[in-house]
């Protein structure tokens, strides 16, 4: 058997909260339980988003509460050369297309429709550019600035039927054109966080994915990019979300303090991290029942 690995892989586009803590100490300790790895991958490939002061404050604040990685930070936008090379793959199988589409664009066309499918992210992309002729995709690419979408249609009749286990949820049946046409390499980053995600889980040998259940959904387009790149599948735990005492989730916009506001504030990390452990969240936040 595979020793077990997990991850946390955080976006350092702000400090970490209370459900970004209450994530990583499941993930460390389902490590430590067994003996396996604790990893840490810092996913910035946004580029207008990530900032590189965060990404030390996400390592100070796991440092705090006693969660130490193991092995070498991995750093996404270090390793575009493998996503283009997934992304390559799934072009020479013509499983992906070019959309040369504003966000203007698509909202008008989908407003022009009278039954656009909707999923977890809003409408579904409406197909434009997937019904490009070759000759005219060939012409735009020269000089259009595009992003490249799934085929989700085509890939998922490729892949053929499937499911993956959710340590709560148990077996799921993939639902992998829940998104629809997923964009898997943007306009202005080399690659979305879809294609990173899978690509690293597997390159870094993550048996066990536990992160927040709002990304529940995205483990479908996950689990068919596993099945079109020859991928291992790990296990996922996709845990309850922490909520405050309206029933909103931990957002900065709603005041939710930071791991560094509770730090300044005098809080006992070794306290913190128990509590959180015990499901016990300071503050009057709670963990979502659904
Ligand atoms: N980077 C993602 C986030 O911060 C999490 C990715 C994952 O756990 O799969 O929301």
């Known amino acids: 058997m595979r020793a077990l690995v997990t991850r946390f892989a955080p976006s350092p586009t702000g400090r970490l909260h209370l459900g970004h803590a209450y994530s990583a100490i499941l993930a460390h300790d389902a490590a430590r339980d067994a003996g396996g790895q604790f990893l840490l991958r810092i996913e910035d490939i946004d580029p207008g988003r990530s ?88 012409a735009r690419m020269a000089v259009e600035p595009h992003s490249w979408r799934l085929d989700v249609g085509q890939a998922a009749s490729r892949a053929g039927p499937f499911s993956w286990h959710d340590e709560h949820a148990g077996e799921v049946a993939a639902d992998p054109a829940c998104f629809g046409d997923v964009v898997l390499a943007r306009k202005d980053a080399p690659v979305s966080y879809h294609l990173a995600v899978t690509v690293d889980d597997a390159d ?26 020859g991928l291992p599948v790990p296990l996922y735990r996709h845990h309850g979300l922490l909520i405050d005492a309206e029933g909103r989730r931990l957002a900065k916009r709603h005041g939710a303090p930071t791991i560094a506001d509770l730090r300044a504030g005098g809080a006992d990390p070794a306290a913190l991290a128990a509590a959180l452990r015990m499901g016990q969240m300071p503050g009057g936040y709670s963990l979502a029942s659904t």
């Open 51 to 138: 900032r590189a002061a965060f990404v030390d404050g996400i390592i100070e604040d796991l440092l705090w509460l006693g969660l130490q990685p193991d092995g070498e930070i991995v750093y996404q936008s270090e390793r575009l050369p493998f996503y283009a090379a997934a992304l390559d793959r799934l072009k020479a199988e013509g499983l992906v297309y070019p959309c040369f589409c504003t966000r203007s664009a698509i909202a008008a066309e989908v407003a022009a429709s009278a039954s656009a499918p909707h999923g977890p992210d809003g409408p579904h992309y409406p197909g434009i550019c997937r019904r490009l002729s070759p000759d005219a995709r060939a």
């Open 204 to 229: 870094q040998g993550v048996t066990h994915v536990i992160r927040g259940r709002d990304l529940f959904a995205a483990t479908h387009v996950h689990r068919l990019l596993q099945a079109l790149l």
